[in-house]
């Protein structure tokens, strides 16, 4: 199951992805305790809906802080082949369009000269 899910580049790597996952386990694992404990000692059970309400802001805040750094990346993936393409249009193109004029124009010059000719 972990090879598929690194394989398909699903699996946790970094803290913050682990720390939202854990959280995420762990406030799933206490709302099942907290749905038995509530069908035999019902005050126990209500006493772990702080810690319930607890990890899921804390899995909410560090999935949204994932969620902004691959939405981040993937605008400035997009941002930074857009810079390149406007380079080449605003600094090759002209350089090469130059050169070129300059040696159309040395030819033509060229051809006028009687000493070449």
Known sequence: MR?????AGLWPQGWVARGACYSLNLAIGLFVLR????????????????WIKFLIFDA?????????RGLKQRVLWRLRNR????YVF?????????????????YLFAGQSPALS
Not at 3 to 7: E, K, S, Y
Not at 36 to 48: D, H, I, K, M
Not at 60 to 68: C, D, K, V, Y
């Open 3 to 7: 090879a598929r899910l690194l394989a």
């Open 35 to 50: 749905l038995l404990l509530n069908l035999w000692a019902p005050a126990v059970g209500e006493s772990l809906g702080g």
């Open 60 to 68: 909410a805040l560090l999935f949204s802080i994932l969620a902004f």
């Open 83 to 86: 810079l390149i393409v406007t």
């Open 90 to 106: 605003i600094g090759v193109i002209p350089a090469v369009l130059l050169v070129a004029m300059a040696l159309i124009a040395i």
